[in-house]
C-alpha cells in the first residue's frame, strides 16, 4: 500500500519521485493527493500492472501539454477522454474536483466500480463501456453520453433528476 502526496512537474512525472522505478509493479494499493499530469497518468496505466484500487480523492488533475494519449492532454479538474482506457485497477476514487469525465475514459478497463464526486457535472460517450459493476451517479451530473454504460455488468442504475440529457445516436 502507497499513500503519496505528488507534486505534477513540468516534464517528468512527480509520481516517479515517490515510488522507485523498480516499486512501480509492487504497487497494489495507491492513494495519492497533491497535483497530477499527464506524465503520471502514463504511470498508472502503463508502468503499474498490478495496480487494483487508486483513490484520488485528495488529488488534483492539472492542465500539462504532454499527450498521455494521441492527441489528448490533462485539463484542469477532468478526467480525459481515453484517460483510464484498457486500465488495470479495479476501483477508483475520483478527484473531488473533477468536474467532467471524458469520451471513454475508463472503456474496456477492468473498473468494477467508481466513486463519482459531487462536483462532475457531465459523463461522456462510451465512458464507462465494457467495465463497471456498481456506479452511484451523484445529483450534480446533468448530461450522460450516449453509450456511457453499454456493455457494463450493472444490475441497475439510477439516474437522478438532474440529468437533462442522455444522448443517443
Known sequence: DYDVNVTARPATSGL???IKAADLNKVLKLKISGTINSYDIIVLKQKMPNLFYLDLTDARIVACDYEYYTGYKTQYDVVGAYMFERSTFAEIKLPKTTKNIGDFAFQSSNLTSVTIPNSVTSIGRAAFRYCLKSVTIPNSVT???????QGSYLTSVTIPNSVTSIASD
Open 16 to 18: 516517479l519521485s515517490e
Open 143 to 149: 448530461s450522460i453520453g450516449d453509450y456511457a454504460f
